[in-house]
C-alpha cells in the first residue's frame, strides 16, 4: 500500500515547504518538507522544490514501510494515509510503542483512530498546529467521523 494523493497532500500541508535549512519545533535541523537532516547532509544554498519533492519522496517510503511492517491487520486507504502522516512526523519508533498500535493490531479501530488525537503534544505543551494535524489524520482515518468515542 502507498501513500494516496490525499495523504500526500495532508503530509505537505502539516509540514510546509521551506527551502532553507530550520530548526523545528523539537529543535532538529530540518528543510523542505520537514525532512530532518543527518550529520552527512548540508544545504548551505538551500534546495529546489524538486530536490525537496525527491527527498520527500524517499522520506515518504520509509514511513510506508514503518508502517507495512509494524500493523498486523487490514487498513483502509484513509487509516493508512494517517498512520504514515503520523510516522513522518513523531517516528516509526513512536507508532512501535503507542497505545495506539497495540489498539489497532488487537482490532479495535476506533480506539486507535481516537488515540491519534492524543499526540498534540511536544513536551509538556500543547500545540495548535500538532492539534489541527492530528486531527486531519482522524478525519482521514474515519471520514464522516465514522469512529464512536469509547466510554
Given at each position: 500500500m502507498h501513500l494516496s494523493a490525499a495523504g500526500l497532500e495532508?503530509?505537505?500541508k502539516s509540514e510546509g515547504f521551506r527551502d532553507r535549512v530550520y530548526s523545528d519545533v523539537a529543535g532538529f535541523r530540518t528543510i523542505g518538507y520537514g525532512h530532518r537532516l543527518t550529520?552527512?547532509?548540508?544545504?548551505?544554498?538551500?534546495?529546489t522544490m524538486a530536490q525537496a519533492e525527491s527527498i520527500l519522496a524517499a522520506d515518504v517510503a520509509?514511513?510506508?514501510g514503518a508502517v507495512s511492517r509494524l500493523v498486523r491487520v487490514p487498513l483502509s486507504?484513509?487509516?493508512?494515509?494517517?498512520l504514515v502522516d503520523f510516522v513522518f512526523n513523531l517516528g516509526a519508533g513512536r507508532l512501535a510503542s503507542s497505545t495506539l498500535l497495540r489498539y489497532l493490531n488487537s482490532g479495535r479501530y476506533d480506539d486507535?483512530?481516537?488515540?491519534?488525537?492524543?499526540?498534540?503534544?511536544?513536551?509538556?505543551?500543547?500545540?495548535?498546529a500538532l492539534k489541527l494535524r492530528r486531527e486531519a489524520e482522524f478525519r482521514r482515518w474515519c471520514p464522516g467521523g465514522a469512529a464512536t468515542k469509547a466510554a
Open positions: 495532508l503530509l505537505k550529520g552527512a547532509e548540508s544545504y548551505p544554498a538551500g534546495i520509509i514511513a510506508e486507504q484513509g487509516q493508512f494515509d494517517a486507535a483512530a481516537w488515540q491519534l488525537l492524543v499526540w498534540d503534544h511536544a513536551g509538556s505543551r500543547e500545540l495548535a
